[in-house]
């Protein structure tokens, strides 16, 4: 019977699987009929709860791990949980109100947005996080400068719109003055600013050699923005998911955590979930969905901020199954609108 539909199941065994996965949730050992009993102070015998302890068995919300033991949720019982959660749930009024406060002092600086961000939802979750600078749909110039560093080297600083910050070293066929620098960079910004790369290559003939050089750089750079999923990416927490007790003597955790790590790992994990969303839809994978094997003894909860059109990022967690959904969802939801509210506020001119 496993696998079968929810609405197979009553209202006391969906009350049951929710108090079972609750209980696990906080003492990561499996949980027994006499516990909830005494836990709970159900107005149920022991033996009534473990007939419907072992009828969620059969339909595949729970697993027994001994035949004596106590009852663990699986990754369908999970998924039962999530989707009673994803709507429901929603933080504390002071948490949000401090979370907020954090980020205003901060105004202006993305990659101090970033940083924080990754930290508040690894303390908050206790889990490991990762929070992707907002990133150009389509890549287009916002302003640009040009600094002499030494003899025939120059700095390029790309700003695109939305925020995204590029350097780039340029190597000229022979030394030009700060002055003449700063007048090409004035002037590739005036005709650049707005454009795609595809735009900018019909910008040729209407400048000098040094300005030539340069935009075929920044067509470059553009060009491989555009084509990447996520800008950069803050980490924080990976710890906490090294330090949780099923991880323990074995590679699962640092298997999950290398997909955070690998930029290709991440950008397939991204360009498959969250960037085929909407901005704050929260979505949850559980066990890696089938589909991906470094993560099936981990969920992971994903989200998109920003502004569409303009820019946009995504924020989320990585811990084990037996995470504390709640608040784990509730404060990347909450994060999620923070973000594209500064985003919206700050990065759209």
């Known amino acids: 019977m496993k696998g079968s539909i929810l609405n197979e199941t009553t209202d006391r065994q969906r009350f049951l699987l929710t108090l079972v996965i609750h209980e696990y949730v906080n003492q990561a050992q499996p949980i027994g009929s006499n516990h909830l009993v005494e836990r709970y102070h159900l107005e149920l015998s022991s033996a009534t709860v473990r007939n419907e302890l072992a009828a969620l068995t059969e339909m595949g919300y729970l697993r027994q791990p001994h035949t004596s033991a106590g009852r663990v949720p699986t990754e369908e019982g999970y998924r ?106 004035n002037h590739l910004t005036g005709l650049c600013q707005g454009k795609s790369p595809e735009e900018l290559g019909e910008l040729d003939s209407q400048l000098s050699t040094l300005e030539q050089d340069v935009l075929a750089l920044i067509i470059r750079d553009m060009s491989s923005t555009t084509a990447s999923v996520a800008g950069e990416v803050f980490l924080d927490g990976l710890t906490n998911v090294l330090s949780e007790p099923e991880f323990s003597g074995n590679e699962d955790a640092r298997r999950a955590l290398r997909l955070l790590e690998e930029r290709s790992m991440l950008e397939d994990l991204l360009s498959r979930t969250v960037m085929t969303s909407g901005v704050d839809g929260v979505q949850v994978l559980i066990g890696g969905e089938g589909t991906w094997e470094d993560l099936r003894q981990c969920s992971v909860i994903l989200a998109r901020y920003g502004a569409p059109g303009l820019a946009t990022g995504t924020l989320g967690i990585l811990g084990p199954m037996r ?27």
């Open 80 to 185: 039962f949980f999530v989707g009673r959660l994803v709507e429901q749930s929603e933080l504390p009024a002071t948490t949000r109100r401090t979370i907020s406060h954090q980020f205003y002092q901060i105004r202006q600086d993305v990659e101090q947005w970033m940083r924080l961000a990754a930290s508040v939802l690894a303390h908050q979750s206790r889990a490991a996080s990762l929070v992707t600078a907002p990133h150009a749909e389509q890549a287009r110039v916002k302003h640009l400068e040009l600094i002499g560093i030494r003899g025939r080297q120059v700095l390029l600083v790309l700003v695109l719109v939305g925020g995204e910050l590029h350097q780039q070293m340029l190597t000229l066929p022979e030394p030009v003055s700060q002055e003449q620098l700063s007048a090409a960079a």
């Open 323 to 349: 995470m504390s959904y709640g608040k784990s969802i509730s404060t990347v939801r909450f994060l999620a609108g923070l973000l594209s509210d500064l985003v919206a506020e700050t990065l759209v001119d």
